[in-house]
């Protein structure tokens, strides 16, 4: 459950606290945006579906009631609500090939942060191939960082499973990181 | 299932040297150590994962200019609710007054119902509501002419019919209604129907039955007295106190000197608890006098109320209204009668104000939940 500050805000975001609303964009934006960058694997994507998140978070926190899960597994509800409506209209795009990340690599530090990206964006990529529940697990345990107890709790799941998935998730995304680089080897 | 032994072994171990950090205090098996190392670049690789910062400013500005808009648009959509309700009421009314203006056979059962009439509590809510809304002094001027014509209209029919004694409630009824007739806005039309009215009244009086007219002596007086001239003198049987309830406050309506009241006489208990749940205030007097009192208990009873029956006719008509509810003359159960429902479903349907706010029942859904935006699922539940 999240600690009392944000318990705080969110109440004051279901009475339609826009100040209060406003903070939870600033503590959330992150993870929000990384949740849907490993699902678009496009960072011009993540970020207008990110802010599309947002708003319908807004139009829809007066419906928001707390069932003993961290305030931001909602957020997570709408973002995929937002990334299957987006797919739905069919407007994927390719990340490192469209221009969207496109860095200048002029400067050493443009270079790095390019070469960061690639590994991220890879791992994105790999991330993508795996089934919903998989994708689920390693983004909420390895990109947000939550225990196994939590994630079991948000997915509804018992911890053996979340176990048994997490292991699952990490080879398939090995495996899918073996074929990706046998594809560029090619 | 030896498969599934191995690979809860693995997932354990796996949990176990996530845990450790790869602190290397725990020997991993190769391929388990793989995964850890694996688990490690994916959370190094999410710090990196981050919206610019462009965006985020951006995106935030966008958010409070969406939220300030949205709060603005939500005070407008209340308020045109109520302005929608508002005009639905008025156009509600204007066609009851319609029907009731007109007064057609075409133009609704109700307009040509008389007292003791299952429709007649509807004709008489119509014309509250219709005198409530009246936009202007002039037209409830006009509204309460027509009313106080229509009164007569009913009472000679009635008088036609043999049934003195609701013909005497009616007439008084045509009492009440000149009484709201104060410093009229426009003299001149008033004078004029109110010497149509006196010739009526007279001419009524002529062929009435002896029960009939005391009542209708009283009405003329009140017309007299309103075209501002001296009145008769009350006929025996119809003293002073009842010529002054027709102009003036009366204590209760069940207690006055009407000649309904004798036939009242049986159901006042229930006219009474009528009037008690209508919030009959009765004829108390106010500070400022019998004719504030009159002019607040007229207010008072013309307001639509939720069930459609005036209060006062409620507890003055009880010989109309009462009769539904009154035992049958063969002892059957008066719930068991089949009219009885009949009364109350009109009332409701004629009830603007249940009409109205079922009318403004959607709004509970915001404009953005019927623009059809997605709703988030439960927490935890619908994920990929």
Redesign the interface.
């Known amino acids: 459950m999240d600690d009392r500050h944000i318990i705080a805000l969110v109440g004051r975001a279901v009475a339609?606290d826009?100040a209060a609303?406003?903070e939870l964009?600033?503590v959330y934006?992150?993870r929000i945006?990384?949740y849907i960058?490993?699902r678009t694997v496009n960072?011009q994507d993540?970020?207008d579906l990110?802010?599309q998140v947002?708003?319908?978070?807004?139009?829809?926190i007066?419906?928001f009631r707390w069932?003993g899960?961290p305030f931001v597994?909602?957020l997570?509800?709408?973002a995929?609500?937002?990334v299957i409506?987006w797919r739905r209209r069919g407007v994927t795009s390719e990340s490192l090939n469209d221009g969207d990340n496109l860095i200048d690599v002029e400067s050493a530090s443009a270079a790095q942060?390019m070469s960061?990206?690639i590994?991220?964006d890879l791992?994105?990529k790999a991330i993508k191939q795996l089934?919903?529940?998989q994708?689920?697990v390693?983004i909420l345990?390895?990109?947000?960082?939550f225990d196994?107890a939590t994630i079991a709790?948000?997915?509804?799941k018992r911890e053996?499973t979340v176990?048994?998935l997490?292991?699952?998730a990490?080879?398939s995304?090995?495996r899918e990181?073996e074929r990706q680089g046998e594809g560029l080897a090619a | 299932m030896n498969r599934l032994h191995k690979?809860?072994g693995?997932?354990?171990a796996?949990?176990q040297g996530l845990a450790e950090g790869g602190s290397g205090s725990v020997v991993l098996d190769r391929d388990v150590a793989?995964?850890v190392r694996?688990?490690r670049?994916?959370?190094d690789?999410?710090t990196?994962?981050?919206?610019?910062d462009e965006?985020?400013a951006r995106?935030?500005q966008?958010?409070?200019m969406?939220?300030?808009r949205?709060?603005r648009q939500r005070h407008s959509l209340r308020t045109s609710i109520a302005e929608r309700a508002r005009g639905w009421v008025i156009r509600f009314s204007a066609a009851l007054a319609a029907l009731s203006i007109a007064g057609g056979a075409a133009a609704g059962a109700s307009a040509s119902a008389l007292p003791g009439d299952l429709l007649y509590p509807l004709k008489q809510v119509t014309e509250a509501t219709v005198l409530q809304l009246a936009p202007s002094d002039s037209a409830r001027q006009d509204l309460l002419l027509h009313q106080a014509d229509t009164r007569l209209d009913e009472t000679a029919r009635l008088l036609q019919q043999g049934r003195d004694t609701e013909a005497g409630v009616t007439v008084a009824r045509y009492d009440d209604t000149l009484a709201a007739l104060t410093a009229p806005a426009n003299p001149e039309p008033v004078q004029s129907q109110l010497g149509s009215n006196e010739a009526r009244l007279n001419e009524l009086q002529e062929s009435a039955p002896p029960p009939a007219r005391p009542g209708l002596e009283r009405a003329l007086a009140v017309t007299k007295r309103s075209l501002n001239r001296p009145g008769p003198t009350p006929p025996p049987g119809a003293d002073a106190v009842a010529v002054q309830t027709a102009v003036a406050p009366k204590p209760e309506p069940h207690q006055s000197q009407r000649p309904s009241d004798v036939a009242d006489a049986q159901p006042a208990a229930v006219g009474a608890s009528v009037a008690a749940k209508f919030g009959e205030r009765g004829g108390a007097a106010t500070p400022e006098g019998p004719a504030a009192s009159h002019r607040e208990d007229l207010q008072h009873r013309l307001q639509p109320t939720p069930v459609g029956i005036e209060p006062d006719t409620a507890a003055a008509e009880g010989s109309s209204i009462e009769s539904d509810a009154s035992p049958a003359p063969d002892g059957s159960d008066p719930a068991a009668r089949a009219d009885a429902p009949v009364v109350r479903a009109t009332e409701s349907a004629a009830n603007p104000r249940a009409n109205a706010h079922a009318d403004t029942a959607q709004p509970g859904r915001?404009a953005?939940?019927r623009s059809g935006?997605?709703?988030?699922?439960?927490?935890?539940?619908?994920?990929?």
């Open positions: 339609r826009q609303f406003a964009y600033d934006l992150d945006f990384r960058y490993y960072r993540a970020e990110t802010e947002f708003l319908q978070a807004w139009a829809a007066e419906r069932q899960k597994a909602w997570y509800a709408v995929h609500n937002v409506d942060a960061q990206w590994d991220a791992l994105a089934t919903p529940e994708q689920e390693i345990k390895f990109l947000d960082g196994t709790h948000m997915m509804d053996g176990r048994a997490q292991l699952r990490l080879q995304l090995r990181l | 690979e809860s693995l997932a354990e796996l949990e793989d995964l694996l688990a670049m994916l959370e690789t999410a990196l994962v981050v919206p610019s965006f985020r995106s935030r966008r958010l409070l969406h939220m300030a949205s709060g915001t953005t939940e935006a997605p709703r988030p699922a439960p927490a935890g539940r619908g994920r990929p």
